[in-house]
């Protein structure tokens, strides 16, 4: 199934075909006015170097018109391989497409409300003909009905033509097109973007990151290290402005030869607020009942800290190197 882009948003059709697979870009009149384009034959040029292929309006009431505007377009300097041209579905559209294909044009025939209009537009041998499914659900008609029609003329007759699945709203459109088997859809850019959407896949995808991220990334690599190690000699006022600052629930407790005498936690303040009152804020670390930290290398891999974490239970572990204290990694980090 040919997969185009519905749109005239400049920005938004670079970023779609910047994606590789696109078949191509259909664009009205009505898109170009919201967009604010008024330099028609300007931005259809634009885009024809953008897109592999363009499907651009000829419009007129009659058939000389139409095809006469076909030509005005064509002699912008537009490749009649790579533009598909759009005719509303008429009588004098059908005539006008027949002898735009006699002459190796391509054709849309579109705005198909019913399955009549796609069968002239299949007897005058468009390359495309295209219902409106969106506009004509919203009249409360079973738009999902006609092109199934469509699709089954197209296989009874032996027809050329692609049934293409237009007035997309959202990525259900999809999955009926795709359930009906039409041979081209056009989508604009909002649903685009949802079809590769799924709760389940993005959990999927962050849980092998994480499991990539545990395997080959090293603890000195994102541990924290601003602000976590503090002198035994200092208060535990000074070890919360040390926490608040690395913004982690511990900091690791040394003597003034940087070796580990414990690790004070917001735990241990909660235990001692209880027990003892809040006039233990001025009391210095060394004369708390410390306990020694669990411990990790810097150079060992995040899966050794995970293992830790899980059989201890603990929210921090310190990071050492050579026995000398350089962070804290807290279980956050390893996500």
Known sequence: MELYLDSANLKEIEEAFQLGFLTGLTTTPT????????????????LAEIVPVLQVEALGQKAEEITKEVDRLLALGLDKKKTVF???????????????????ILVNLHLVYTIQQAYIGLAAGATYVCP?????????HDALGLVEQCVEAVEKYGYDSKIMF????????????????????????KVLQQLTQNHFTDLGTQQ?????????????????????????????????????KSKLGAATIVDDNNSIKGVFTDGDLRRLLESEGDHIMDKKLSELD????????????????????KEKKFDNIVVVDNNQ?????DIQDLI
């Not at 509303?88 to 002459?103: H, N, R, T, Y």
């Not at 409106?132 to 409360?140: I, K, N, T």
């Open 31 to 46: 898109f170009m006015r919201r967009d604010g384009i008024t330099d028609i034959d300007k931005a259809i040029l634009k």
């Open 86 to 104: 759009k005719i509303p579905i008429s009588l004098e559209g059908a005539k006008a497409c027949k002898q735009l294909v006699d002459k190796g």
């Open 132 to 140: 409106l499914v969106g506009r004509l659900q919203d009249q409360g």
């Open 166 to 189: 237009s007035s997309v709203r959202h990525a259900e459109h999809v999955r009926n097109a795709l359930d009906i088997g039409v041979h081209t859809i056009t989508v604009p850019w």
């Open 208 to 244: 092998f990151f994480q499991d990539t991220k545990l395997m080959t990334v090293k603890v000195k690599d994102v541990l924290r290290r601003e602000a976590s190690i503090i002198n035994m000699n200092k208060t535990i006022t000074d070890a919360l402005v040390v926490m608040t």
């Open 290 to 309: 410390l306990h020694y930290p669990v411990t990790v290398e810097a150079d060992a891999l995040l899966y050794d800290a995970s293992t830790i974490f």
């Open 325 to 329: 204290p350089v962070g804290i990694l």
